[in-house]
């Protein structure tokens, strides 16, 4: 899990670098690499690349690139520690959405955790005069896309292979992406293809070193681990972007993340 969570953190760090390229651009190269490594991957191992559900396999793909492509352009608006924590909103907006479309049922604390997480996002806004309107309702409508995912793939279950989950959603995200990219394509120059040609890479090895962490232990031994992600780009964003954060934004974030984490052990023992 830390090395997927230092994958994800390289991906985000180099999409933060790459805002100035369009945002569809950015989503085309990130997902090429990550097809091709699912693909050949996939192939080695004799798995039909077509999958059974495909219309489930496609609604998928289809939320996971509105989910991507949202919050890869909250990040020309957000410093990339908050954007990150505020995506990770994503498991709870899931909870809430599988009340209606799988009937099922929240504990108390869960929702008291949930509204402790809210009021980090409320402390972020309102004591933070120079969040981004627009990229905090960009990244939220893509952690709504994102929970989404997550119904849907429950939905999916254990009918298909992960990769196979993975692969549809990065095929179907680089051939759209590449699509809406070409109308304003501007080309890269110099260590740009190089830094483009990686972000595939750095998602590929952060799925499959997640996937495999929750293979080998238990949900909620690895969970955790999983929101370093935003301690590490919080580092990278004052370090590298010259991101600031105020006491209340630590603070907003802190509750975010506290909730987060201590939803995952709710959520293996209910």
């Not at 799988?102 to 869960?110: A, D, P, W, Y």
């Not at 008291?112 to 120079?130: E, H, R």
Request: proline share 3%.
């Amino acid at each position: 899990m830390l090395i997927s969570t230092l994958s994800f953190t390289g991906m985000n760090s180099l999409v933060k670098h790459l805002v100035h390229l369009p945002t569809f651009e950015i989503v085309f190269f990130r997902s090429l690499g990550s097809a091709v490594l699912a693909t050949c991957l996939l192939l080695s191992k004799d798995i039909p690349l077509l999958g059974n559900r495909r219309k489930l396999l496609t609604l998928r793909a289809i939320l996971g690139l509105t989910a991507m492509s949202l919050f890869f352009m909250s990040l020309k608006e957000l410093p990339v520690g908050t954007a990150v924590s505020l995506r990770y909103l994503s498991p709870i907006i899931a909870s809430i959405l599988a009340i209606f479309l799988l009937k099922e049922s929240l504990r108390g604390v869960q929702l008291l955790l949930f509204a402790i997480a809210f009021s980090g996002v409320l402390i972020l806004k309102g004591f933070d005069a120079n969040l981004s309107i627009k990229g905090l309702a960009l990244v939220m409508i893509a952690a709504v896309f994102s929970g989404a995912v997550y119904i849907v793939i429950r939905k999916i279950g254990k009918s298909e292979h992960p990769l196979v989950i993975v692969n549809y959603f990065m095929v179907l995200a680089a051939i759209l992406g590449l699509i809406l990219a070409l109308p304003n394509w501007e080309m890269p120059q110099g260590i740009e293809w190089l830094l483009l040609s990686s972000l595939g890479v750095f998602g590929f090895f952060g799925q499959l070193f997640m996937t495999k962490a929750f293979q080998i232990a238990r949900t909620n031994q690895v969970a955790p681990f999983k929101y370093l992600e935003v301690v590490f780009t919080v580092i990278i964003g004052i370090t590298w972007f010259n991101d600031f954060y105020g006491f209340w934004s630590f603070v907003g974030l802190a509750m975010i993340v506290i909730s987060l984490v201590l939803n995952s052990f709710v959520k293996t023992k209910a």
